[in-house]
């Protein structure tokens, strides 16, 4: 629950669960109970919280009901505060139109089919935190369900081939390795399934029909983790494939003959009632394989009874008609009001009509909370704040360990891992809320001064009047205007740029020979009389070759010179490894390998670790890492943007810092005295890893004995930036990481000159992304954010003009006028653009419109909708690259670009 580094003792959640609870009752209800129906005025969500608690009982189910599914997320996350895992679980609707060809992912079924086997099954009381469509879902009838779910002991009699038959028949998929939810694999009498019940796949060892052994295992590694005397197991699909099911749906079908043509699965749905065989999306249309409908309502056991609580009843009410008029904007009314609300639903009203509800609102029509108060402290003050309270203190933090350290002497402490939306006492105890401090990540689009550069989009619709640009061949001159004429080769468009003493004509099909001017201050505007331009480009030419036989020379030195060997292997290497959360993939564990092999031979690494964005190379550099310090060698790793660097730090933070390993961060932002402390911690080598911008190269870093060098997003940066590092230490192992490797690198690659490793394969349990090519609409636009939003999730909204950005955002908020919408661009003061950035991490921004800033690095999972306006003007390379800011998640992403009707 927390590090009992930081605290004397470790408390039990049940202990702070029961203190906060008999506080709450005796000193904020004064032992009066709330009755049906009552109405509580509840000022903030912590009110919401506790009150919540002190309804649970034994044989009670508790839904907290809200109205999305982000606000299922953020309350879940307060309640794990004080419940234990098996007391608490959250219910949502699948992330999926009710008639698009689109299944939920097998996270999401396993997440939803659990939690109806827990609220069915489980004997003692349990909170379930609910969006309003995920309760009034449809779903199979409760004892249907428990027919179908199986408690295994070890020694019970089983056919191997009855079981196989039972789990075919309620969605589970043979495989030849079980990976996923979902899944089984049968090996001679070893059969192996992953159900919802558990987080970690089942494995049924059988002597002939009789279980012998069973245990849990581990679908990364395939290796048995625990021993199990008896398991339970429960439906993956919210229906049961038999005639009794076929023969409802068939008549169900037969009825709904006339009127829904559009809905494709209806059709697939008659294959199935005759051939069994599953298509996406089939589990939209389990409410018509049953003659009477359920909801998640009805699941819980006999002995037990519901309690509803009801958040923003009135907010409830809107979101629910809101979605509704959502679909009627997809479908027709018909389908809509006789099909969707007929079977697939259950009507908002079935909620307000439960025999106990309880309705909880911010706004003063109840009964208040008035013992509540809410306190403000700020982390600067807590020591003082704390030392003068008399009371209980609970402080709570995901990731204060270092603030609440200095604490650990009062004995009125207690250090509790978890989340809280803010600070209150009641009455002599406090809970006093320290949010943990997260960073966003963003690689700023730095356009190249040559080369295959802007498209027409960016000359033609981002750059002013006025403003400077470059031509290949003539030099920097200034933009005038895009101008139409006709000569006898016919009527074409030209782009004018004036000149000191003239101007040119460039055609639009040759606007790849012109770029904008990204230099700092005011250039001087080339004479096209004079030579002083081809006079410049000759000493660029001469400045690049000059770089080339440097690295020449580099190259070969580094090829005779003799680097570290890392050859030894200890047991903190895999306990290191073991800390990874998620299962490599085969490519991903190749590239560990190579590098690992490189690290070990005495010739100086120099490999390119190549792979599509979230697949993993980050990981491939946290094991370099490690493995360069715990051979007493420092390692620095280069990220081209300040936020991304903050990123890093994070993510090498949380892992690494565990181990005793100190880990430093050197961007602008760092103030002059840190800076200091960082020289003389690298020259002392009290610091093991340092991760930054390009303002290592520039600090004057005398390191005690660097040995690895990673670069993040090598295309990022210059030749010579990426160079002057290694000539610091010619013999230091270097490890680039790049999705896009500039064609340099690639051309040494594939010749040798550095080796490559390559991801090709997803994470396991990625989906792929769902891309759809259409044209601007008001309603489509509307439909994509509103589907993200309702579960959860956040919204890319890519458009590429600065000039009107902000009139474009202020369309997107009278679309979804509940929505949070920010705009990105690159003119934006860095701080500005940090602090939006920041906002929308942590999902205080529902959209981000934003120009192709958001190409490169920015990484939340969480954003899984992208939509591209005028993505006419696009390569496709540039497309799949934006295409990768989504997706980045188990959870399903949505990328649609959109062209104009004219």
């Given amino acids: 629950m927390y590090n009992s580094k930081y605290h004397k003792g470790q408390m039990d959640k049940s202990i702070l669960l029961e203190r906060v609870v008999n506080t709450f009752v005796k000193k904020v209800l004064k032992e009066e109970k709330i009755g049906n129906g009552d109405s509580i005025f509840a000022k903030n969500d912590v009110e919401k919280i506790l009150l919540t608690l002190s309804c649970l009982k034994e044989n009670l189910r508790v839904f907290f009901v809200v109205s999305n599914a982000k606000k299922v997320n953020k309350f879940y996350s307060y309640f794990k505060t004080f419940l234990r895992e098996e007391q608490l679980a959250k219910l949502l609707n699948y992330d999926v139109l009710p008639f698009e060809p689109l299944s939920p992912s097998v996270t999401e079924k396993a997440v939803r089919l659990n939690t109806l086997n827990r609220s069915l099954s489980y004997p003692s009381n349990l909170l379930i935190v609910a969006s309003v469509e995920g309760i009034l879902r449809s779903t199979m009838p409760p004892v249907d369900f428990a027919e179908h779910s199986f408690h295994i002991k070890r020694n019970d009699e089983w056919r191997l081939a009855k079981l196989t038959n039972i789990l075919l028949s309620v969605g589970y998929e043979r495989v030849d390795t079980v990976r996923e939810y979902g899944q089984f694999a049968v090996r001679g009498g070893i059969l192996d399934l992953y159900s919802p019940t558990y987080a970690v796949p089942i494995r049924l060892e059988f002597f002939g029909d009789r279980v012998d052994d069973i245990r849990l295992f581990d679908p990364k590694t395939q290796i048995s983790v625990e021993k199990k005397e008896e398991v339970d197991v429960c439906p993956f699909d919210e229906f049961v494939k038999n005639k009794a099911t076929f023969g409802t749906l068939q008549n169900n079908l037969n009825e709904l003959s006339r009127g829904f043509d559009e809905i494709e699965g209806l059709a697939k749905l008659r294959e199935f009632a005759t051939s069994g065989i599953r298509f996406e999306n089939i589990e939209a249309f389990n409410c018509l394989m049953y003659k009477k409908r359920f909801n998640a309502l009805s699941y819980t056991p006999s002995n037990a009874s519901v309690l509803l609580i009801v958040d923003e009843p009135d907010e409830l009410k809107k979101y629910f008609a809101g979605a509704i008029e959502n679909l009627k904007e997809i479908y027709s009314d018909l389908i809509v009001d006789h099909l969707y609300l007929r079977y697939f639903t259950f009507p908002i009203e079935t909620i307000f009509m439960q025999k106990k509800v309880i309705y909880l609102s911010k706004y003063k029509n109840g009964r208040p909370l008035s013992e509540i108060k809410q306190i403000d402290v700020s982390p600067s003050s807590l020591k003082t704040f704390v030392g003068n309270l008399k009371g209980s203190v609970f402080l709570i933090s995901n990731d204060g360990k270092d603030r609440i350290k200095e604490l650990r002497n009062f004995e009125q402490v207690n250090c509790i891992v978890g989340e809280l939306p803010n600070s209150v006492r009641f009455g002599d105890l406090y809970l006093i809320s320290l949010p943990g401090v997260k960073r966003a990540g963003i690689r700023e689009k730095t356009p190249t001064r040559f080369g295959k550069g802007m498209n027409v989009l960016e000359l033609n619709e981002d750059l002013k009047r006025g403003e400077f640009v470059v031509h290949k061949d003539f030099g920097i001159g200034r933009f005038k205007d895009f101008e139409t004429i006709e000569n006898i080769l016919g009527i074409k ?100 390998e190579d590098v690992k092999e490189d690290m070990r031979s005495s010739r100086p690494m120099d490999r390119l670790i190549c792979g599509d964005v979230g697949y993993g190379k980050t990981e491939v550099a946290l094991r370099a890492a490690f493995r360069a310090v715990m051979h007493g060698k420092q390692v620095v790793v280069m990220a081209p943007t300040t936020l991304l660097a903050h990123q890093h730090y994070e993510v090498f933070e949380e892992r690494i810092k565990q181990f005793g390993i100190e880990v430093a961060l050197l961007t602008r932002m760092q103030r002059p005295t840190e800076v200091r402390r960082i020289k003389d911690g690298i020259r002392a080598g009290k610091i093991d890893i340092l991760i930054g911008t390009q303002k290592i190269l520039t600090t004057g870093l005398d390191f005690a004995d660097l040995g690895l060098l990673i670069v993040d997003e090598e295309q990022r940066f210059g030749v010579r930036q990426k160079e002057k590092m290694k000539f610091l230490r010619e013999s230091i192992d270097v490890l680039t990481l790049t999705a896009t490797p500039i064609p340099r690198t690639l051309y040494m690659s594939l010749n040798g000159i550095r080796d490559i490793s390559i991801i090709r394969q997803p994470p396991i349990g990625r989906l792929p992304i769902e891309t759809f090519i259409l044209k601007n609409s008001d309603k489509i636009i509307r439909t994509a954010i509103m589907r993200e939003i309702n579960r959860g999730g956040q919204v890319f909204y890519l458009y590429n003009r600065i000039n009107d950005i902000e009139e474009v955002a202020a369309h997107i908020r009278s679309l979804v006028s509940q929505a949070r919408v920010e705009c990105v661009h690159g003119r934006m003061k860095k701080l500005d653009l940090e602090r939006i950035m920041d906002e929308f991490y942590r999902g205080n921004i529902d959209i981000l419109v934003a120009t192709t800033i958001i190409e490169n690095g920015l990484d939340i999972p969480n954003a899984n909708t992208l939509i591209v306006d005028n993505a006419q003007n696009f390569g496709i390379a540039q497309l799949y690259q934006i295409r990768g800011r989504v997706g980045r998640s188990t959870r399903r992403a949505f990328a649609y670009f959109i062209y104009p009707n004219t």
């Fill in 493 to 592: 468009e030209y782009c004018v740029i004036e000149y000191a003493d003239g101007k040119v004509y460039v055609p639009i099909e040759r606007l790849d020979r012109v770029q904008k001017y990204i230099g700092e201050g005011e250039p001087s505007i080339t004479s096209l009389r004079s030579k002083s331009w081809q006079r410049k480009k000759k000493k660029i030419s001469e400045a690049i070759e000059r770089d080339i036989r440097a690295l020449v020379k580099l190259y070969a030195k580094r090829e005779i010179t003799k680097g570290f060997s890392y050859d030894s292997e200890d047991k903190v290497f895999e306990d290191f490894d073991k800390t990874f959360p998620y299962i490599e993939t085969e490519d991903q564990l190749e590239a560990i």
